[in-house]
Nanobody
């Protein structure tokens, strides 16, 4: 069993910054990929940013140049630095990890979500 615990959400004015953190714990042999998704009210969940182990970060177009994803592989932790926030960034942000187990293969895990609200 793998658990993802997020922190760092909150309320911020437009133009401000927030930093999200997500730590994975439990039965972890290796982590293939970690990333962040978000879901705004009435909309589908969408990928914000992700990074594969040994790979380059990938961002959705709307956050390029404003958000930065980073990982601490030793701690199985992923961060999302969000700058120049806009009201349209308001959503519940979910951490996602693809974790490999040599006995059961690779599986996706999700955090509980953290609310980010950007006021205009």
């Amino acid at each position: 069993q793998v658990t993802l615990v997020e922190s760092g959400g909150g309320l911020v004015q437009a133009g401000g910054s927030l930093r999200l953190s997500c730590a994975a714990s439990g039965s972890i042999f290796s982590v293939n990929r970690m990333g962040w998704y978000r879901q705004a009210p009435g909309k589908q969940r969408e990928l914000v940013a992700e990074v594969r182990t040994g790979g380059s970060p990938h961002y959705t177009d709307s956050v390029k140049g404003r958000f930065t994803i980073s990982r601490d592989n030793a701690k199985n932790t992923v961060y999302l630095q969000m700058n120049s926030l806009k009201p349209e960034d308001t959503a519940v942000y979910y951490c996602n990890a693809e974790v490999h187990d040599p006995y059961i293969g690779s599986n996706d895990y999700w955090g509980q979500g953290t609310q980010v609200t950007v006021s205009s």
